[in-house]
């Protein structure tokens, strides 16, 4: 028996893979993490699986949920927002199932930085720009450890999506305009793939005003970098024909 950790993905139901919606529909418990789990995906289960939310429960009774299972012989799908890789506390739950000699697997799922950079129509690695992506939130109750404080990280200039900040905007942008232009880029996406997604595109020095001014407060992912907007990049050498790669030869060698 095996508990499956299955990333639903950012809002969008249709956005879990094909597996995890499989495994929703075939085990026996299915324990969700809360409202954020889209309920098409929850509706998936089996009308004789044990469906329950973890939102009121402490980690003692998730992991009693999972022994039980186990006990019983049930598969669980433990589903979980996004990719339950990304800030999804499934590191807590596999260490207590390894201490309980349980099974488990991880089936990744569609992360909302993801569904942000598709809501801003976004590459967030443009050639020659930028070709690197920092995952990362400002200390909140969980603290940030110092050396990945959002202004060493900045300093690197990479694509920064940032998770679980969106009520410390204004401490954000005022620690950014301290290595940054003040015209610098930043984008707000609040529900990326939902249908009430909203995108606000701005600057460190405009977009806090933006943000209030619409009264956004959650499920809301802060995009910084370059690379928003920016329309002068050369092309990748991927498809470029003078450039040859192991799957492709080039039509006219260097
Ligand atoms: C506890 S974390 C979970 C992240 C999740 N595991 C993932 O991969 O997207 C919750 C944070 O993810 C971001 N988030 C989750 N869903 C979102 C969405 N649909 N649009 C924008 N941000 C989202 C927000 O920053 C929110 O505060």
Redesign the pocket.
């Given at each position: 028996m095996t508990v499956f950790f299955i990333?639903a993905g950012?809002?969008d139901p249709d956005l879990i893979t094909v597996k995890g919606a499989r495994l929703v529909e075939q085990c026996p418990v299915v324990l969700y993490t809360g409202s954020?789990v889209p309920k098409e995906v929850v509706a998936r289960a089996n009308k004789d699986a044990l469906v329950l939310s973890s939102a009121d429960m402490d980690l003692e009774e998730t992991t009693e949920v999972l022994r039980k299972a186990h006990e019983e012989g049930k598969d669980v799908a433990r589903v979980?927002?996004?990719?339950?890789?990304?800030?999804?506390?499934i590191a807590e739950q596999i260490r207590r199932l390894d201490d309980l000699g349980i099974d488990w697997k991880v089936i990744p799922?569609?992360?909302?930085?993801q569904?942000?950079a598709a809501?801003l129509g976004q590459e967030l690695t443009l050639p020659e720009v930028c070709q690197t992506i920092i995952l990362t939130?400002m200390p909140g109750r969980t603290p940030v450890p110092e050396k990945e404080n959002i202004l060493e990280l900045a300093k690197h200039e990479a694509t920064m999506c940032?998770?679980?900040?969106?009520s410390m905007l204004k401490k954000l942008c005022n620690q950014l305009k301290t290595i940054y232009p003040a015209d610098y880029p930043i984008a707000v996406?609040?529900?990326?793939?939902?249908p009430e997604?909203r995108v606000i595109r701005g600057t460190i020095t405009d977009i806090h005003d933006k943000v209030k001014e619409l009264d956004i407060r959650?499920?809301?992912?802060?995009v910084v970098g370059k690379v928003l907007g920016k329309t002068d990049f050369n092309d990748s050498k991927l498809y470029d024909k003078t450039f040859s790669h192991d799957f492709r030869t080039a039509r006219c060698p260097e």
């Open positions: 990333g950012p809002g954020l979980h927002t996004g990719d339950p890789s990304i800030y999804g506390a799922g569609v992360s909302s930085f569904a942000s809501a939130r940032i998770y679980l900040s969106i996406v609040e529900k990326a793939s939902w997604q959650a499920t809301a992912m802060i």
